[in-house]
């Protein structure tokens, strides 16, 4: 049962109007109209007025398939629905379209008022209403695995429709085009209702499964993400894999910033990952043969349980060519080995990967499989015990290998799904690829100068209100007096900024008469403020078009002598706040263009008392995403490189 998308909307998956993909096919969507972040059945839910979350599906190239367009098995689409009015009318959850034709739409109400599902040409009626305004589960199931196909409707994990299907279901050779909120093809027909936890599967979801879609939400099927950037093995995706490396582990010049090289001694990086079990999984990034192995292979990649029994094991032969075992849970050990051999000295794109039926090696675009299993799809995890990662080798050694962007994901990445194949994959970065104009991390502990790291060289003055402090990584600004605890009245930053943004970590006094930690000045006017006003965090813009006002919110309280991370983003409409890596508001506003600063003031502000301590400052003339801020919350202290230059042959990287 394959995952062709799934759409969360909290803030580690939600970037401005981008909304990430976490079944691993990189279908990103985007929020389109009035369709607006609010409070969901898990965290924040979309919700659809007429606006809608726009998805586009593009076709695959000559000669390649594209599994998620792929109708063999069938189709199944589930959400949480919760409805805003209780009217009876044609209010779509989900659809797709392709070539002029609607394929299929799930309605959380038709014309009288009850669920319903349309699939090709046939319409599916149920005598099940969810008009009361409360949580409900909609799941819709086209099954043509039988000889007769079927269509099941379930509300809340409850069947209440199963019939023999009217037509059947195939996409158009052209994109397809899926919405959340209104019907795909003409725009209308909208929810006027919140959806969350949206899934789309192109099989047919056993019934087995149902109550688990409706007991938590769905994971993020990025298990982990190893860029190699910074010289470390951190995993920037959502779970914090990171690995150790060996000592024999060196660095190099990578495809996209840098890269880790293992020698004959040692993996170059390995680490307890303790990925789930799995039905699919796909291994894919970017390698380099630096010395042919002699007389036997050489480990390059693998997994073992915790009892170190192996479960993944990734050799290159004397050949050059690859050879990947997997040790299934029905099936025992299946190896598959190319046809396609390395060049020593040449990148070149791999995957390996398994589903429930084959494992794959794919070398650029050269791919062979071994099938295991019955051929049938199902649920049951295909792999399990994978427990510790080693790259670069195995256990016992290394394989003279170099890796670049090297990316795990519990799903089946066949052929070019959504550009997979034809490019780095392109997912929200996990820390901010903006330029920074102010990174200040205040571990010098002595002195009057505050560095920073930034390419701005913004650097910053203490006043006589500041001094050192131990912070929330090394050193931090202590601001005790009366004004800010360290200023800059020079301030390079761009005319007409695309926006602001700002992270920082702060310890607030109890009290004071200060409410700003934080302000950006010109000559002629106020920019921007940022403090703790009545225990809790507020901003104030200012722009071409007046003030914000106070901007707040009761779900942001600061804690008094507390270290807390704090960070806001704004563009020319909205700004959004968070508290410790979180966002717990979205606020509009009118402001206009927002005003160029070139004055800073951190700890407080004259005349006012000192408000705050602050540590790890970073400042952006742009927004930032909140998958960036989650970064910024999770790494103290930790600075970043701008973005290498793309290889042009394959496009930008993660």
């Known amino acids: 049962m394959a995952q062709s998308a799934g759409y969360t909307f909290n803030a580690d998956t939600v970037s401005g109007t981008t909304v990430r993909d976490v079944a691993g096919y990189f279908l990103d969507g985007t929020i389109v109209g009035s369709a607006t972040l609010v409070a969901g059945k898990y965290g924040d839910g979309l919700n659809c007025t007429g606006g809608a979350m726009h998805v586009v599906v593009r076709p695959?190239?000559?000669?390649?398939?594209?599994?998620?367009?792929?109708?063999?098995?069938g189709l199944s689409v589930a959400a949480w629905v919760k409805l805003n009015d209780n009217t009876a009318a044609a209010r779509c959850i989900a659809s797709a379209s392709s070539g002029g034709t609607l394929n299929w739409a799930v309605y959380a109400s038709n014309a009288a008022g009850t669920v319903e599902a349309r699939i090709a040409a046939a319409t599916y009626s149920t005598t099940t209403d969810i008009l009361d305004g409360q949580q409900h589960h909609v799941l819709v199931v086209y099954d043509a695995t039988p000889s007769t196909d079927t269509v099941r409707i379930a509300v809340d994990g409850v069947e209440v429709l199963s019939v023999n299907a009217g037509a059947a279901l195939a996409y158009s050779g052209t994109e397809v085009i899926l919405e959340a909120g209104r019907n795909a093809l003409t725009g209308s027909e909208a929810l006027n209702g919140i959806v969350d936890d949206l899934r789309w599967w192109n099989d047919p979801v056993e019934a087995a499964y149902w109550p688990s879609l409706i007991a938590v939400e769905q994971l993020d099927n990025q298990l982990a993400i190893y860029p190699f950037d910074r010289d470390t093995a951190e995993d920037l995706g959502s779970y914090g894999r990171d690995l150790t490396l060996a000592p024999s582990a060196t660095f190099t010049t990578g495809l996209y910033g840098r890269a880790l090289a293992s020698g004959t001694a040692a993996a170059a990086a390995s680490g307890v990952v303790d990925f789930l079990d799995c039905d699919r999984l796909a291994i894919c990034g970017w390698l380099r043969l630096d010395a042919a192995p002699v007389g036997s292979a050489a480990p390059i990649l693998?997994?073992?349980?915790?009892?170190?029994?192996?479960?993944?094991?990734?050799?290159v032969n004397p050949d050059r060519t690859v050879t990947g075992t997997w040790t299934t849970i029905d099936d025992g050990t299946v190896s598959v080995t190319s046809t396609a051999a390395l060049t020593v000295g040449q990148w070149m794109r791999f995957q390996f990967a398994i589903n429930p039926t084959y494992v794959q090696v794919r070398l650029?675009?050269?791919?062979?499989?071994?099938?295991?299993g019955d051929g049938v799809p199902h649920l049951a995890p295909t792999i399990d015990g994978l427990y510790r990662l080693y790259v670069g080798g195995d256990a016992g050694g290394g394989g003279q290998v170099t890796y670049d962007y090297v990316t795990f994901t519990k799903n089946f990445l066949a052929e070019v799904t959504s550009g997979y194949w034809s490019g780095a994959p392109v997912v929200t970065p996990y820390r901010p690829a903006n330029v920074a104009r102010g990174v200040y991390d205040f571990n010098q502990g002595s002195g009057t100068v505050v560095d920073d790291q930034s390419p701005s060289v913004n650097d910053l003055t203490l006043t006589a209100a500041g001094s050192w402090v131990p912070g929330v990584e090394g050193t931090a600004l202590?601001?005790?007096?009366?004004?800010?605890?360290?200023?800059?009245?020079?301030l390079a930053w761009p005319a007409s900024p695309l926006g602001w943004a700002f992270s920082a970590w702060v310890k607030c006094r109890t009290s004071g008469s200060g409410a700003r930690f934080l302000v950006l000045r010109n000559a002629a006017a106020e920019v921007a403020h940022a403090g703790r006003l009545d225990g809790l965090f507020w901003i104030r813009l200012f722009g071409t078009g007046g003030t914000t006002g106070i901007l707040s919110s009761s779900r942001g309280p600061i804690p008094a002598e507390t270290w807390t991370h704090v960070a806001a983003s704004c563009d020319p409409k909205s700004i959004k706040l968070f508290l410790d890596g979180t966002a717990?508001?979205?606020e509009p506003h009118a402001v206009g263009e927002l005003l160029r600063p070139d004055a800073l003031h951190v700890g407080g502000d004259d005349p006012d008392g000192s408000v705050a301590d602050v540590d790890d400052l970073r400042l952006f003339d742009t927004p930032i995403s909140a998958a960036n801020v989650r970064w910024l919350y999770q790494n103290p202290g930790h600075f970043y490189e701008p973005a290498a230059d793309p290889f042009t042959g394959w496009g930008v990287p993660l």
């Open 302 to 315: 693998a997994i073992d349980n915790s009892s170190n029994a192996s479960r993944v094991r990734i050799v």
């Open 478 to 490: 202590r601001a005790g007096g009366t004004g800010p605890g360290a200023s800059r009245t020079s």
């Open 364 to 372: 650029d675009n050269e791919q062979v499989t071994t099938s295991i």
């Open 60 to 73: 695959p190239k000559a000669g390649d398939s594209f599994y998620p367009l792929n109708t063999d098995g």
């Open 584 to 586: 717990f508001t979205v």
